[in-house]
RNA sequence: GGCGACAUCGCCAAGUGGUAAGGCAGAGGUCUGCAAAAUCUCCAUCCCCAGUUCGAAUCUGGGUGUCGCCUCCA
């Protein structure tokens, strides 16, 4: 399969650094905030990676690190009138919450910067000792002309860079693009002892740590992210490896495109901020994570309320079909035909091409096709309802199956909603339409559709 | 100013040298009391210009446009 990475600016056939494994790290949230839609695709999208490298028969380890250190929760704690840590405890709660909700399973390993204080200092110390870095006054700063490499990874060249251009230039550095690996302590704020005192890490060096710690290695298969983060995080990330291993923290460095809303970036200044909290009280989660597999991970994707009204409603399709035909259950060991081995190649096939997802997709509408065709035989109508849902499934749909499709109601609402089947039956042979549609309409307030097949009177929960 | 990405039907979106997948929306026919569902049919020459080639949406050059990064934003 193929994998475009970051680091060469080219699609790569992707090895393995230990044959049928792949151990794979994106970064995580930093919890001040519920999380938003934007970062929500990361979290997608990394979540099928690994579901599709383990269909593929790969053994996954996944670590993601929770960013509990930061500027932003301790601003938020002071607006809040809170506490760093209360307010840290909060939105992780709301993290898992909302990436539950979303269908996200949880990674092998999701700890957090405040866990591994200790090994940060460590690696800084390390760099220090190396000659990558240097204290002053009590700040500790990565130097980038200490690094011959730096820029590696960006593409950015540290001299074309306008020092100050947007942020006040800092004094303390020996060079504009050096970057804080250890801050000194300020008032009220948390803070760790050091051999520079106290002070708090900076935000590029638990990444290094954590990823390292729980993949158990120092350089690893894939590294993963939103694009911004390119510049300056993980190209600090890998500087700060690579310094001291002489190898890229990771083989594959993949980022995936942004979130925009109506054709502008999401920003609060625009007031467009949309929280995946908000979101999943609008819309179910298959739709959301419809509306970001439809379009390739790297490419921006346009967020706004007629494509989630499209999402959703694709995503019903699937649904439907599997209705069409009484699906209860996917059978593990069934043996597809020719047709439908083909089927499963195109899906591959998509898939190996750096994730391509919008064609994986089109694979899934087929088989929906088939499966509600009456031209084809029930065999092949079978087979493409399992297929759709072994593939859907790689993709994350289809986790509530059974409830999905279940039209259970519960033993009092069967029998009165096939008594009023009934009463509506009678009302149409005696072509009391206004009846018959009053039923018919107010069920359907009631997400209860009413369709007259040619066996008689079916219905499906909306 | 530096670096980079993208431009395909009303909307979303595949396609990477061989004559434009798919989804949503839409139009018409069949079916239906009417709907829904099902079913059949219809619906683009790919931002512009030039070039390479037997052949280009796909390669090259030049435009135009949109967007991103260059700040501890996914």
Redesign the pocket.
Known sequence: MKIYNTLT?KKEEFKPIEANKVKMYA?G??VYNY??I??A??FVFFDVVRNYFEYKGYQVTYAQNITDI???IINKAIEDNSSFKQIAKKYIAAFQEDTEKLGIRKPDFQPKASEVIGEIIKLIKDLENKGFAYEVKGDVYFSVESFKDYGML????ID???AG???EANTNKRH??D??LW?KAKPDEPTWNSPWGQGRP???SECVVLSQKYLQCQSFDIHG?????????HENENAQAQALSNKPLANYWM??????IE?????KSLNNFFTARDILKEYNAEAIRFFFL???Y?????FNR??M??SD??VK?FY??LK?INFTSRDEEVNYSDRFEGKKTEFIT?MD?DF?T??A??VM??LA?TI????ENEENRKQAANLLVELGSVLGFFQDLAAKLSNDLGDLSSKLLSILIDIRNSA?EN?N?AL??KI?DELLKEGI??????DGTKWEKK
């Open positions: 600016k970064c949230p930093t999380f938003h934007g970062n695709r990361p930061d500027d932003k960006s593409g950015k060249k074309d860079q306008k251009a947007r942020v504009p693009a970057f804080t801050k900076g935000w590029h992210g939103g694009v911004d983060l390119v510049f300056p995080h980022h995936n495109g942004f979130i925009n054709g502008e970036k999401m920003s439809s379009k390739h790297r490419s921006p994707i346009d007629s494509i009204q499209e409603t694709a399709n439907s079909a069409s998509a091409d391509n919008a064609k997709l089109s509408f087929d096709k509600k065709s009456t031209k149409k072509k339409w018959s549609d018919r559709q009413l369709l007259d097949t040619k």
